[in-house]
């Protein structure tokens, strides 16, 4: 068993696949309309093949107050594994990604968090030294 597909729920679709994609880097994997919304997925440049994530409407009432109440309290919905975050932070940061926790080691790993513009705070997580 492993992980085929896994969801993070955005508020705009074409914003975020924008915002996936030209901002952090991933490729568009499927992009399906399917009545008001699409089927729409990304994947890693490194691993086409890999995970897809579903960007996900949020429209549903439970969907919506989820993602509120964890960006009130700064937990990230989802974490990013990179190379290493200090050189990830330096790239996002000079395209204009909001970080609300700038790279600090934790332990045996280094962290960094987001937002994505779309309602979510994203990890990244890179192991120390790296």
């Known amino acids: 068993m492993r992980i085929g597909v896994t969801s993070i729920f955005v508020d705009d679709q ?3 696949q924008a915002f996936y994609t030209d901002v952090l880097g991933f490729q568009l994997k ?3 309309p399917l ?3 699409s089927w729409l997925t990304v994947v890693s440049g490194a691993d ?3 995970t897809q994530l579903s960007l996900e409407p949020d429209e549903h ?3 919506k107050a989820y993602k509120t109440a964890l ?3 700064g937990i990230p919905v989802m974490a990013f594994t990179v190379d290493n975050v ?3 932070h330096r790239r996002l940061t000079d395209r204009g990604v909001e970080f609300t926790q700038a790279p600090l080691a934790m332990g045996p790993v280094v962290t960094a968090v987001f937002d994505d513009t779309c309602g979510n705070l ?3 997580v890179s192991p120390v030294g790296a």
């Open 61 to 63: 009432p439970a969907a």
């Open 48 to 50: 086409p093949d890999g």
């Open 71 to 73: 960006s009130a309290d």
């Open 14 to 16: 074409d914003k975020a």
């Open 86 to 88: 200090e050189t990830e």
């Open 35 to 37: 009545g008001a919304h």
């Open 122 to 124: 994203v990890q990244l």
């Open 30 to 32: 499927d992009k399906v």
